[in-house]
């Protein structure tokens, strides 16, 4: 088993709580709080962070850690009579030992299986069972992979609705000078409007005011250019329909506790998920939902960005 430990590490992080690391040979690192099954790192070959966490992200349960990739369920945002993104996200996770079979690639071995079930105490604000299960794998390339699967465990013959997101925070240099293309031409809605409904306009989405879009029926592939440092996310998902951006910019920074004043320059949330058409669930059913982040070296694109060329020259 000693060689597995060079993929897979159980440890205390921030404030003694429990994380795994995963690695991969190549140098690639991720790591994945317990605590809200809460990816918080994700580091490439060369070291480089490629998910924004907060200078100020308090790692005090059941709080939230302002950053990474929040699992947001049974609700996204605030629609709904739920807090803010629910409450998956401020839960206690376990360790999965012996998860079913997973669609994703079996092959990889640095990998953690955790899983989130009902309390009687949760069951008061949200009267349903259920299991939330979650993957989260590092590829041999470095490619991050989530992979999460819901059932309705209800004994009363209940169904239930949820809405769902992989709330993620990606690590830019500057945001003026980024650019997010594949949501062109589509319609969104506008939540710094009344969740008003428009069209995108523009052939990419820049930025230079606060951003709060929800983009609806997305293409399964997105990709976030980041200019200054010449390297290209591509978002690819599955099971996900829509797509928020979100960068609450200067105003709204200086008033959250748990972030930095300017620190809105130097992240972006792009976030594969299922808002405007809520999922059901019969007892028994499972749904499941897929995202695979890829960081690439921008110079494999020549002006607009197509996707389909980036993962064939990989």
Not at 100 to 123: G, K, Q, W
Not at 288 to 309: H, N, T
């Amino acid at each position: 088993m000693a060689s597995e430990n060079v993929y897979v590490e159980h440890c205390k992080g921030v404030n003694g709580l429990d994380k795994v690391i995963l690695r991969e040979i190549r140098g690639c690192s991720a790591e994945v709080y317990l605590d809200g099954g809460q990816v918080t790192s994700w580091k490439n070959e060369f070291r480089e962070q490629l998910l924004f966490l907060s200078s100020k992200a308090t790692f005090k349960p059941p709080n939230a850690i302002r950053g990474g990739i929040q699992i947001c369920f049974p609700q996204f945002g605030t629609i709904g009579s739920l807090e803010q993104h629910g409450f998956a996200r401020n839960r206690l996770w376990s360790v999965d030992r012996d998860p079913p079979p997973f669609p994703a690639n079996t092959s990889h071995r640095a990998f953690v299986d955790l899983i989130l079930r009902h309390s009687e105490e949760e069951v008061k604000i949200w009267p349903h069972r259920y299991e939330c299960r979650l993957r989260v794998a590092l590829g041999p390339g470095g490619d991050l992979m989530l992979t999460s699967r819901i059932r309705n465990t209800n004994t009363d013959g209940k169904s239930f609705t949820f809405t769902f997101a992989y709330h993620t925070y990606f690590s830019v240099t500057d945001i003026s000078e980024v650019r997010v293309e594949g949501l062109e031409t589509l319609d969104y809605l506008d939540n710094l409007k009344n969740r008003e409904r428009f069209t995108e306009q523009g052939d990419a989405l820049t930025f230079e005011s606060e951003v709060d879009k929800v983009y609806l029926s997305t293409p399964t592939k997105i990709a976030i250019l980041d200019h200054e440092r010449k390297r290209t996310f591509v978002l690819r998902k599955d099971g996900l329909p829509d797509a928020v951006v979100w960068n609450p910019w200067d105003k709204k920074a200086k008033a959250m506790a748990d972030f930095g004043d300017d620190e809105y320059k130097h992240m972006l949330c792009v976030t594969a998920a299922c808002v405007e058409k809520p999922i059901i669930l019969k007892p028994g059913e499972e749904w499941k939902g897929r995202l695979e982040i890829s960081a690439v070296p921008s110079s494999y694109c020549s002006g607009q960005l197509d996707p389909r060329r980036i993962f064939l020259s990989n």
